[in-house]
């Protein structure tokens, strides 16, 4: 039986999605020293020398059927420049998580991110048919909230003390998350906004050459 979900290829202008595998580990060890994003403590990013440990329990839920992790690509250089996810896959209801995902300090804030997200999303309702997407993170962390927030998704709750945080900064707290989701019935003005977002930023990108 083939199944509901599986790894791919999702190949765009700014950003290609590939099948994550341990021949990217050098390309993610340098991309994570860029704003040495493992010493954010509202988040979790692999450290360079846990970097190997953490492509490999991402491997490990795959085979497992509960994640289908991507390395991150950027076209200009064809080298990693971090990781996404479709986790915590429901099949049975046709949800998935977009998460675990984090980008290189000199891409964030860019085209990148935005169509990295319109592929998953794209893929997820138009290919996997499903009913909801959800995004979930820490509630201190503003710029990914905001970043969620401008995709078009909207906030379901808050799950107050949900997980202990394991963060060497952030001993003995416990994190609120924040769940937000993006419906199937959504979708399409979604997708417009998304698309309206990238052709602005292509405009500009033109007219700056």
Same mark, same amino acid.
């Given at each position: 039986?083939? !199944?509901?979900?599986? +790894?791919?290829?999702?190949p765009g202008q700014h950003v290609t999605l590939a099948p994550l595998s341990t021949a990217h580990h050098d390309d993610l060890v340098e991309a994570v020293r ?7 403590w509202y988040t979790a990013i692999p450290s360079p020398e846990g970097m190997a440990s953490e492509i490999q329990r991402r491997l490990d839920l795959q085979s497992?059927?509960?994640?289908? +992790?991507?390395?991150? /690509?950027? +076209?200009?250089?064809?080298? *990693? ?29 860019? !085209?990148?991110?935005? &169509? ?6 794209? @893929? ?6 499903? /009913? *909801?997407?959800?995004?979930?993170? @820490? ?7 905001? *970043? /969620? &927030? ?15 945080? +394991?963060? !060497? ?12 989701? /993006?419906?199937?019935?959504?979708? !399409? ?15 500009? &990108?033109?007219?700056?050459?």
């Amino acid at each position: 039986m083939t !199944p509901w979900i599986a +790894p791919c290829s999702l190949p765009g202008q700014h950003v290609t999605l590939a099948p994550l595998s341990t021949a990217h580990h050098d390309d993610l060890v340098e991309a994570v020293r860029d704003g040495e994003l493992w010493q954010l403590w509202y988040t979790a990013i692999p450290s360079p020398e846990g970097m190997a440990s953490e492509i490999q329990r991402r491997l490990d839920l795959q085979s497992k059927g509960s994640m289908i +992790p991507f390395a991150v /690509i950027e +076209p200009t250089t064809g080298r *990693a420049v971090g990781m996404t996810t479709y986790m915590n896959i429901d099949a049975v209801n046709r949800r998935v998580e977009i998460g675990s995902t984090w980008y290189r300090h000199s891409v964030q804030r860019s !085209p990148l991110n935005t &169509e990295a997200k319109r592929l998953l999303l794209t @893929h997820a309702f138009e290919q996997l048919d499903c /009913i *909801a997407v959800e995004f979930r993170t @820490h509630f201190y962390n503003q710029q990914s909230r905001r *970043a /969620i &927030e401008r995709l078009g998704a909207k906030l379901d709750g808050v799950l107050r003390s949900h997980q202990i945080n +394991p963060h !060497p900064q952030a001993k003995n707290t416990l994190r609120d998350t924040c769940v937000y989701s /993006i419906v199937a019935s959504e979708w !399409p003005t979604v997708k417009a906004h998304l698309n309206f977002q990238l052709n602005r930023s292509n405009a500009k &990108e033109t007219r700056s050459c």
